[in-house]
């Protein structure tokens, strides 16, 4: 991938008259309402292309809550950010794959939707709640402007003050009348975030990605928000794909699991799958970092080792250096995909049958 | 926000007189002394008293005969009562000179002014909302050009391009040959004729860096989450730059065109010079030449008392478009 590539998907995806054949497609499964396939998102850097997404596949079924969890910088983010196509432009592309969007009468591949297009979406079709609350907010605008702002776009051509309004009383904000005219600096933290998840919700979208909503607040706020976002996301039947990296909001919120490593996806399945049946070294090693109640803290598990280098990858088991059971097999090329139930699926080889250890029973 | 007001006050007259002392020291320590000049002149017409009585008479009538302390008491009494003296090099009381020459540059300065941020804002947020494209380098590099560009040399350019070979403008001065003759009508667009030059001048070689500013700034906030955030809810790029960005940007522009405000009174030096232009900044050039410390003084001292007041001001600016200082 060169400089010039990029331009090029720069270029196409701000072009103006792209036919609807471009980039309307069909849901593989109707029941979902996200499927990403093969996503790979690049970010062009002076130091080299770092893949912050490679070759990630995941369904978000209707009204269910995805978790995707991982160590910090393994592409969570970025992954969120290609599904809205708000990568820091130009350096970060969505250079391959597909992320279909159910619209009900219609799917958008978001992969190659144009920015046009793309921008009656965001935050009607699918919206995100991001992790700083306390910078996501635009400080020279009153709370009621913004909120206002997105019903305007897309909603009614005159949403009224009362609309707003509602919406904060919807986030469990009683002084609605208030914080209409109030400036973000006026309000905590977890009230920042419960404005940000009435802006988000505001239009009924068919999903909403919340990037670690509640990674920067007070504990106690924590479980107010993240009740909140499953009371609404019920009410409202939004599907939510949920960026984390805190296990203890996977356990309360999350009906499937997803597992990132640099970039890639090593294990997916149910909660029940992920946290009693976890197949991957990584995963494992994840749960077992989870602090529990009665457990002191001093011996609380690490994984030892870093995150490799995300600009040239090795073709073998990216987790190997810091795998504590890896075998003469995982020296070999990437682990392959290995279905373990319907919806439980691993990247490992100690996953694999013994006698046919190339990957040839790889599932999906 | 009135008590505010006040103490910032109270904290910039302690700086304005300390700034005052360092001023009158500076120019008492000038190279250039005027009695000495003078008492040379003096002492030269055919039999006059000899140089050294000379400068002790002149030492006196001056009040340069105290030292620097007493002096400046003696001046700050002065200054404060209003009595500001006469100039020793145009032989009038200094506010007189002073405003006969002032108008002329406050004017020049800010046509400048507004010309500048008229152009530089819009085109700084041009080249920010496309980032490394085509308009951003034609943009940048313009920008760069205008800076490196010497005053004298662009002036002279200019001159030889619209005054000698298209013979549009005079080469310098005010006013032209017949003005006393000219209407009023016709006088004031002979003098506006007469400004263009140096006021494109002014332009062009300072619009660079408010433009780079303004592009630095509108860069930095684009990067904002809450610009993210704006993008999240489907806003279009337009709406996004005019709505969100654009205020924030505000933020620190205010900080620097509030900071160049005392700049109107300065006067513009070289251009000035370099059109025959007499304003305040060719006329306090020769005033400091000449070792004129009560004209120096009083205009130095203008210049230190405004720039402060512009600090506070732009302060009490930054409270209007920034919702999150509430000066208390
Ligand atoms: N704007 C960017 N420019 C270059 N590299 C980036 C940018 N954003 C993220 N990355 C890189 O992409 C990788 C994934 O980052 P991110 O998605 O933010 O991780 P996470 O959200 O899981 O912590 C990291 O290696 C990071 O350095
Ligand atoms: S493939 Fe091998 S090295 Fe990689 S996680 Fe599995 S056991 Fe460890
Ligand atoms: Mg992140």
């Known amino acids: 991938m060169t400089r010039k590539e990029q331009m090029l998907l720069e270029k196409r995806r701000l072009a103006k008259k792209v036919p ?55 592409g969570k983010s970025a992954m969120g950010l290609s599904v809205m196509q708000l990568l820091q432009r130009p350096q970060g592309q969505v250079v391959g794959g597909a992320i279909r969007l159910n619209l009900g009468d219609c799917a958008y591949d978001i992969a190659k939707t144009p920015e046009n297009v793309m921008e009656k979406l965001r935050g009607k079709a699918v919206s995100m709640i991001f992790q700083e609350p306390m910078t996501a907010l635009n400080p020279v605008m009153t709370i009621g402007k913004q909120l206002q702002e997105v019903l305007e776009l897309h909603e009614k051509k005159r949403a009224t003050k009362r609309h707003a309004i509602k919406l904060l009383d919807m986030v469990g904000i009683a002084n609605g009348k208030g914080v209409y005219e109030m400036y973000p600096h006026n309000l905590s933290g977890g009230m920042r975030q419960r404005v940000m998840i009435a802006m988000a919700l505001s239009c009924n979208p068919k999903l909403v990605i919340a990037d670690e909503p509640t990674t920067a607040l007070d504990v106690t706020v924590q479980a107010q928000i993240l009740e909140l976002l499953k009371s609404l996301k019920d009410k409202l039947g939004s599907a939510v794909l949920l960026i984390t990296h805190d296990l203890g909001v996977v356990a309360e919120m999350a009906d499937f699991v997803v597992v990132m490593y640099a970039g890639r996806v090593v294990e997916q399945g149910t909660v029940e799958e992920i946290f009693y049946q976890a197949a991957h070294p990584y995963t494992i090693g994840l749960m077992k970092s989870k602090p529990v109640v009665g457990r002191p803290v001093e011996s609380l598990y690490t994984i030892g080792g870093k995150v490799p280098n995300p600009i040239n990858m090795p073709d073998y088991c990216y987790f190997r250096d810091r795998c504590d059971t890896k075998t003469e097999d995982c020296d070999g090329q990437y682990p392959a995909q290995i279905q373990l139930s319907d919806t439980h699926i691993v990247s490992c080889y100690r996953a694999f049958p013994r006698e046919d250890a190339d990957g040839k029973h790889s599932g999906s | 926000m009135g008590k505010y007001i006040l103490k910032r006050l109270g904290i910039s007259v302690g700086i304005l007189l300390v700034v005052m002392f360092i001023i009158y020291a500076l120019l008492r320590s000038l190279p250039a002394s005027y009695v000495e000049t003078m008492a040379i002149q003096l002492s030269q017409a055919p039999g006059a008293k000899p140089y050294d009585v000379w400068v002790t008479q002149l030492n006196e009538q001056y009040g340069l005969n105290v030292g620097l302390v007493q002096g400046y008491f003696v001046q700050l009494k002065n200054l404060l009562t209003g009595n500001f003296g006469d100039s020793w090099k145009f032989a009038v009381p200094v506010t007189q000179k002073f405003s ?35 308009r951003d380098y034609a943009i940048t590099a313009g920008a760069l050009i205008g800076i490196s560009l010497p005053t004298f040399f662009f002036a002279t350019v200019l001159k030889l391009v619209f005054s000698v070979k298209l013979g549009w403008f005079d080469l310098f001065g005010l006013v032209g040959r017949d003005y006393p003759n000219l209407s009023p009508w016709g006088k004031f667009w002979d ?36 610009i993210r955030t704006a993008r999240a809810k489907g806003l279009r790029n337009r709406r996004v730059i005019l709505n969100h960005a654009f205020r924030n940007t505000l933020i620190p522009l205010v900080t620097i065109i509030g900071g160049s405000l005392p700049g109107l009174f300065a006067g513009a030096l070289i251009t000035e010079t370099l059109f025959a232009i007499p304003g305040i900044g060719y006329t306090s050039y020769q005033a400091m030449v000449a070792g004129d410390i009560p004209f120096s003084m009083f205009y130095l001292t203008f210049l230190a008392a405004l720039t402060l007041l512009g600090n506070l001001l732009s302060d009490i600016l930054y409270a209007v478009v920034d919702p999150r200082v509430r000066l208390g």
């Open chain 1, 20 to 74: 609807q054949s471009q980039y309307l497609t069909q849901m593989r499964d109707s029941r979902n309402a996200l499927e990403i396939e093969e996503l790979r998102t690049c970010f062009f850097t002076d130091a080299g292309v770092v893949q912050a997404s490679d070759g990630v596949s995941f369904d978000v079924p209707m009204g269910k809550t995805v978790a995707v969890v991982g160590e910090s910088g393994c």
């Open chain 2, 100 to 134: 006969q020459v002032i108008g002329i540059s406050f004017v020049m300065g800010a046509i400048a002014l507004v010309l500048e941020i008229l152009i530089a804002v819009p085109l700084g947020i041009l080249a920010a909302s496309k980032q490394y494209s085509r």
């Open chain 2, 191 to 226: 003098m506006a004729a007469h400004l263009v030059l140096p006021i494109i001048t002014l332009v062009v070689v300072s619009v660079g860096s408010l433009m780079r500013h303004t592009r630095t700034n509108m860069l930095e906030v684009l990067q904002a989450d809450y």
